[in-house]
């Protein structure tokens, strides 16, 4: 039935999350349960790793690297658990804030996923955007929501001023969910404008980030309009 056991022992936790996403890879697996045996505490060799990571938590890359590490975690609690259906569920982080969107059968099932995101490490926040649709209504729903999402993505096409964005669209029970990145905030009012144009959606959610700052960055110290400044 797709159900997969891992047992064994682990040197540290990270090595247990790995061993299961490895599992996650093969087709056909539905859900993974994990009895693999692994310290409370990390190894000293993790300890120094995660130090380094806090330290140097200023650095763009690392911060990404965390965020990628907390929406994978978060993915492997949701294969993990049979009350939440993984694969009708996305799963995004920023900043350590975690996203879900999605549909799911029932209020319990929304709960359970809110649940295991929130246990995943370095989750400082949780936003719940899962729709509960009874199993009865989601092949209705999704049909639905197939034609609304080309419909959206066609309308963003549309806007010449959005050409150099990159902007994705994921529509779930009638409710819309931009990600992505644009140039400009108003780049990113004009995503969220042209969506809720479209006919058929409940609400638009605008995830959008904005790529680049709003101003300059100031001249650095000996740089020409640096020297310039000063006199």
Known sequence: DGVVLLGGKAKTPTDDLRAMGDAARVPGVRRITSEIGSPDRPADEETSRQRESTESARDYGVAAARDMWITLATKLRLVADK?????????????????????????EARAAAEENAWRA???????????????????????????????????????????????????????????????TEQQRLTAALAARSVTGLKSVHDDLRVSRPPWPRPPERGSFGWEESKR
């Open 83 to 107: 009350r939440t259906p993984a694969l009708d569920v996305s799963v995004d982080a920023h900043d350590g804030a975690v996203t879900l969107f999605g549909m799911v059968p029932s209020a």
């Open 121 to 183: 490490r370095g989750v400082k926040r949780v936003v719940n955007r899962l729709q509960v649709v009874p199993p009865s209504k989601q092949e209705a729903v999704k049909a639905h929501d197939d034609r609304v999402e080309r419909a959206v993505r066609k309308a963003l096409e549309s806007r010449p001023e959005l050409s150099d964005a990159r902007i994705d669209v994921d529509v779930r029970n009638g409710v819309a969910r931009l990600t992505g990145t644009v140039p």
